[in-house]
């Protein structure tokens, strides 16, 4: 993934100047469909739907949006942050830690008490409905032949998770916050297909996808994932 923070001087701790913080995709997958129209025997339009997964842990977890010093007892503003935001219901208990060691405490904790307990890491998971319109070319090859594929897709959020895993707890706190509804990718391969049947298809194809749209509304936030995947599959033609 591809993050980036602007004019954060009230953010303790610039990602950019902290050697020791450190983000780490733990997992990715991409699932779907596609249907094509062959408009010459080597190009072909696709549509189709997909779901897709992404997921980052954070080992940097006593950057917050105010100084720790700043923080005073009681107070329910302060949140944990990552490089993509803000995230909505994590907060900083400055009587309980110190920046070193600091300890977190639900956004609603007067009426529904959370256990207290030191941040060990923070786990961030979005998903989405992904709708893409792609070109494939096919440049040679009968029963095995190289192909290009181009396009872009729109995608429709419809998870933003957050885990917070501590010395006593592994706990949902809400989500990242300000992250868009929607995103737009760009998306290139370079693949083979395997003819198997008259009917049947192999497809490998390395793909690179980078989405254009920043997905935090947020204007110090740039989110802008990167993924560079192997996308397979198997293909019938009629």
């Not at 897709?52 to 080992?59: D, E, Q, Y």
């Not at 998870?159 to 290139?188: C, G, W, Y």
């Not at 490998?204 to 192997?230: A, C, H, Q």
Request: glycine share 8%.
């Amino acid at each position: 993934r591809n993050s980036s923070i602007d004019n954060m001087n009230s953010v303790q701790n610039a990602f950019g100047t902290d050697p020791n913080f450190k983000e780490t995709p733990t997992f990715s997958y991409s699932t779907g469909v596609l249907v094509g129209y062959n408009f010459t025997p080597r190009l072909t339009i696709f549509v189709g739907a997909a779901f897709n997964t992404f997921s980052n842990t954070t080992n940097r977890d006593y950057i917050h949006s105010k100084p720790f010093d700043q923080i005073t007892p009681g107070d329910t503003s302060t949140y944990g942050i990552s490089s993509a935001g803000e995230m909505t219901g994590l907060n900083i208990v400055p009587t309980q830690g110190t920046p070193e060691n600091p300890t977190y405490i639900q956004q609603d904790y007067m009426m529904n008490p959370s256990e207290i307990g030191s941040i060990k890491k923070i786990t961030q998971t979005f998903s989405y409905v992904e709708v893409p319109v792609l070109a494939r070319y096919k440049l040679f090859g009968k029963k095995v032949g190289m192909t290009l594929t181009g396009g872009m897709s729109t995608g429709f959020i419809v998870q933003n998770e957050v885990l917070v895993s501590t010395d006593k707890e592994t706990k949902q706190f809400r989500e990242t916050n300000a992250i868009r509804n929607f995103n737009m990718n760009l998306i290139l391969g370079v693949g083979i297909e395997a003819k198997l049947t008259p009917f049947m298809y192999l497809n490998i194809e390395p793909t690179f996808k980078y989405s254009f749209v920043n997905w935090s509304m947020d204007s110090r936030f740039k989110v802008n994932p990167i993924s560079i995947g192997l996308m397979t599959g198997l293909a019938f033609k009629f």
